[in-house]
């Protein structure tokens, strides 16, 4: 992997993706290589989107993915680098979602999830990627990781475990995408997540 994907990476993560706003995310470290599947972008293929009801959504032109609103959900925040929905608890961001594109010169999904990776914080743990389907395209990939915060201001304290997912590939202009969730381990809910992943579209 070349310097310039990780920088490009970095420069995304660190400006907006934000328990990296909430400098919850710092340093550019790397992490294994992914597993099979090659190249694709949209083109009609995987399940369909299905974004719960109430829900808000996040977008660019080719991706989009669905947030829980209300009262105790997450609030959309102005971010340079691409649309971002937050969650605060407590006077601090438990909870973060992202789009950010063409953060990676790319040509196949693989190449895609190593530049995500590549953004991932020095000194996480990685837990594996794999392929996943996406509504919009047969091929991406899901990386699974966690982090330990490092109690910056408007974070979880220091020390609180960060559970990250993120799920890249390419679009239909073969242009990178990264999908990112990072949230408070102790809060995260396994089913709020599987909705978030059901709801992300591709085109």
Known sequence: M?????TRWKTARTAATALAAAAMIA??????????GSGGGGGGAGPQAVVP??????????????YPKGPDGYRE?????GPTA???????????????MNF????????????????????STLQGTRDIELAGTGAAK??????????????PPKGTRVAGLILTGLDSKGQSFA?????????????????????VEVR
Not at 94 to 99: E, F, N, P, Q, T
Request: hydrophobic residues 35%; proline residues 2%.
């Open 179 to 199: 999908v990112r969730v990072d949230t408070v381990k102790a809060a995260r809910s396994g089913s709020e997540l599987a909705a978030v992943v059901k709801s």
């Open 142 to 155: 899901r990386i699974d990781f966690e982090f330990t915060a490092t109690g910056a201001p408007g974070g």
């Open 53 to 66: 009801d109430g829900w808000g959504t996040l977008r660019t032109p080719t991706v989009s993915v669905a």
């Open 2 to 6: 070349s310097s310039t994907t990780g």
């Open 77 to 81: 925040e102005a971010a340079k680098d």
């Open 27 to 36: 340093g550019c470290g790397t992490a294994g290589g992914s597993g099979g």
């Open 86 to 100: 937050v969650r605060e608890r407590s006077g601090h961001k438990d909870a973060v979602i992202s789009i950010r």
């Open 104 to 123: 990676t010169n790319a040509d196949s999904v693989e190449e895609a999830a190593i530049g995500a990776e590549a953004g991932i914080q020095l000194g």
